[in-house]
């Protein structure tokens, strides 16, 4: 499978906004039951889960980001996005997508594969 590549990030202030893109979005293929998730990770913290989607559509989102992040897949351009609202700077880290296979837990990063570089997101207060 082609490696993923993540964009959309930079540095923003409290309260902006960012739209993060990853491509090409696992095609399935090879998978029984394709989750897609994004993923952070802040200096001196390990990974942790932020959304996950799944192929039936069904989507989970980490507590800390909920009702201010959304992910969504466009089929037609192959893309996985995480759209990021009121952003905080708690929210400062690198992000990354990859996929898994049925996870038990579905933001598990342990569960997940394919990690590409990440993109780089920075909120200034």
């Known amino acids: 499978q082609v490696q993923a590549v993540e964009s959309g990030g930079g540095s923003v202030q409290s309260g902006g906004s960012l739209r993060l893109s990853c491509a090409p979005a696992?095609?399935?293929?090879?998978?029984?039951?394709?989750?897609m998730g994004w993923f952070r990770q802040a200096p001196g913290k390990e990974r942790e889960g932020v959304a996950s989607l799944s192929r039936g559509g069904g989507r989970n989102y980490a507590d800390s980001v909920k009702g201010r992040f959304t992910i969504s897949v466009d089929k037609e351009k192959n893309t996985l996005y995480l759209q990021m609202n009121r952003l905080k700077p708690s929210d400062t880290a690198m992000y990354y997508c990859a996929a898994a296979d049925g996870p038990w837990d579905p933001l598990e990063e342990a569960e997940y594969s394919g990690w590409g570089q990440g993109t780089q997101v920075t909120v200034s207060s």
């Open positions: 696992p095609s399935g293929y090879g998978y029984s039951d394709l989750y």
